[in-house]
């Protein structure tokens, strides 16, 4: 058996599409098109590309982007006062700020300082307590992505067994939180979980987000299960060529499971796309709108 490949940039294109497509109705109702706001701290090469990504994506989509690109020594008062000057800014639906912050710099008071409803990253702890508690609010995007692709594929997840590999704050938590209010039967696994592979075994569905290359072997899995690896690390091979690969071996799980994403083109792109989800999603409701139709 060969499993399913769950192509990530595909779906991204089609949410990417349906986000466009619900931009001129709230332009017209509006006056204006959404408006993302990233905010960028330091020279930090992954952060620039992914922002660059994000400012694309915003562009092509029909919204506004908008773009503060910030010297790595600014202070943490500067910062905070720009996030409260978007904050006050009605133009702006969304706001993000780009992590790692420099050390100097207190990133969960950054976080927080950011308005829950501009809140399209879902960090905000009044946003993770909307989510907690199954009341509307803006959900992390890679938990999103990673709901949005297994519905598709899986259809109703009720009573599934789910096993969620990590608990950070940015997917773990909110995985298991999403996959709870789908009426999966949801584990959360980390760094003390004893036996995590027999764990494994008994799962329908495995999200791994654990940041371990390779973590979970294919021996690991239940034929036929559903694999979402949020895992992004990159290796040096024996020939000194480095290489991206998730927290699952893919070349062994892929003849076990029945669907897995692949690392990369899996779980990144629908991180972008749910972004722009959110921030559209976002300004229907600072707006007093309805969200558009499939994308609530």
Known sequence: MTAQIIDGKAFAAGLLQQVADAVPAFAAARGRVPGLAVVLVGEDPGSQVYVRNKLTRTVAAGMRSIEHRLAADVTEAELLALV????????????LVQLPLPRHIAEARVLQAVDPDKDVDGFHPVNAGRLASGLPGLVPCT??????????????????????????????????????????????????????????????????????PELVRG???????????????????????????????????????????????GVGPMTIACLLRNTLVAAHARAGLPAPVGLA
């Open 219 to 265: 021996d690991w899995i239940k034929p036929g299960a559903t694999i979402i690896d949020v895992g992004m690390n990159r290796i040096m091979d024996e020939d000194g060529k480095t290489r991206l690969v998730g927290d699952v071996a893919f070349a062994e799980a892929v003849v076990v499971a029945g669907a897995i994403t692949p690392v990369p083109g």
């Open 84 to 95: 409260a000057a978007l904050n006050a800014d009605d133009d702006v639906d969304g706001i």
């Open 143 to 212: 938990p999103t992505g990673c709901l949005l692709m297994l519905k598709a594929v899986v259809g109703d997840l009720s009573g599934l067994d789910a096993l969620v590999i990590g608990r950070s704050n940015i997917v773990g938590k909110p995985m298991a939180a999403l996959l709870t209010a789908a009426n999966a039967t949801v584990t959360i696994a980390h760094s003390r979980t004893r036996d995590l592979a027999e764990h494994c075994r008994r799962a329908d569905i495995v999200v791994a987000a654990v940041g371990v």
